[in-house]
């Protein structure tokens, strides 16, 4: 019974379906470009990449439409693509092992999920979430950079000539000539968004044992939480922030009623030690004030 409670955790059971997910989107489009062109009035022209050396979408039309400014599909090398490659075109090797990021990152999910105790757990979700990150930053900077090369190396015997050298985004618009295009993410890209977001997810809850049954109440109570959260880093600002100003403030000029001043200190001081040097007085009879009853 321990061991199915275990099982369902949300910090062991979102890195297994975050490692699903990563499976999953290797057979999805990770990237897609839309092209618009005068000759294509009212037509857009989609071109889908997949983490290996395929494309989908339009792309002999597109390919068709490259090579008048000179711009062609990367040659992936070592596997064959689904299009033909230019003699021209630039050399991408990486491609071919597109994969491998998705499939390392979803064996450090499942050796996550397994680890032995809560503080493995706390530890192994920590450091394979900071290398989901890097591994697959790393991945869209490589991306950029080929993109970036290819965007510099048009064919200086294309048809249209003059055309200068540009750099397509991974995310956004871009032009060159009178073609316009749009890159944005594909169904693996966003599903690949997802499973990082459920590691990040898993993270957060690495110090609580709650369970699937726990979620919805976990979603209720989401916004209380981090609102509370905010509250006590605004608390921990504004302590931060006073302790640099030295401390609390305090009024240490202005003597209060419980705190006498010095002077009147050292004055009734010197008041009780006259009076304990004072002889005292022995009063007698004849000292003593005459009463009614003895007044002639």
Excluded: C, K
């Excluded at 003699?87 to 990486?94: K, L, R």
């Excluded at 989901?132 to 991945?139: D, M, P, R, S």
Aim: without cysteine; aromatic residues 8%.
């Amino acid at each position: 019974m321990a061991r199915l409670r275990r099982a369902v955790e949300l910090r062991r059971l979102l890195p297994v379906v975050a490692a699903g997910l990563l499976l999953i989107a290797i057979a999805f489009p990770m990237w897609r470009i839309t092209l618009t062109a005068p000759q294509y009035a009212g037509r857009a022209l989609p071109v889908e990449l997949y983490a290996y050396p395929r494309l989908g979408g339009e792309y002999a039309e597109v390919q068709l439409l490259n090579h008048y400014v000179g711009f062609y599909f990367p040659d992936p090398v070592y596997l064959e693509p689904n299009y033909e490659v230019h003699e021209n075109a630039i050399a991408v090797p990486e491609w071919s092992f597109g994969p491998l990021p998705f499939v390392l990152a979803a064996i450090g999910s499942v050796f996550v999920a397994l680890a032995p105790t809560a503080e493995a757990l706390a530890r192994r979700l920590r450091y394979h979430l900071m290398a989901t990150i890097v591994l697959f930053a790393g991945t869209l900077a490589v991306v950029q950079y080929r993109l970036h090369q290819a965007g510099h190396a048009l064919d200086p015997n294309a048809p249209l000539r003059g055309v200068e050298g540009f750099t397509p985004p991974v995310i956004g618009p871009y032009e060159i000539a009178n073609i316009s295009g749009y890159a944005w993410l594909g169904s693996g890209g966003y599903l690949t968004l997802t499973a990082v977001a459920l590691l990040a997810v898993a993270y957060l809850l690495r110090d609580t044992d709650a369970t699937v049954r726990d979620a919805p109440a976990l979603v209720r109570s989401s916004g209380e939480r981090a609102r509370e959260y905010l509250r006590r880093r605004r608390g921990g600002d504004d302590g931060a922030q006073r302790d640099s100003n030295g401390g609390e403030e305090r009024e240490i000029d202005r003597p209060t009623a419980a705190e006498p001043t010095r002077s009147e200190t050292a004055d009734s001081e010197r008041t009780r030690s006259e009076t304990a040097d004072r002889p005292p007085i022995s009063r007698t009879e004849n000292d003593r004030p005459e009463t009614e009853g003895h007044r002639s």
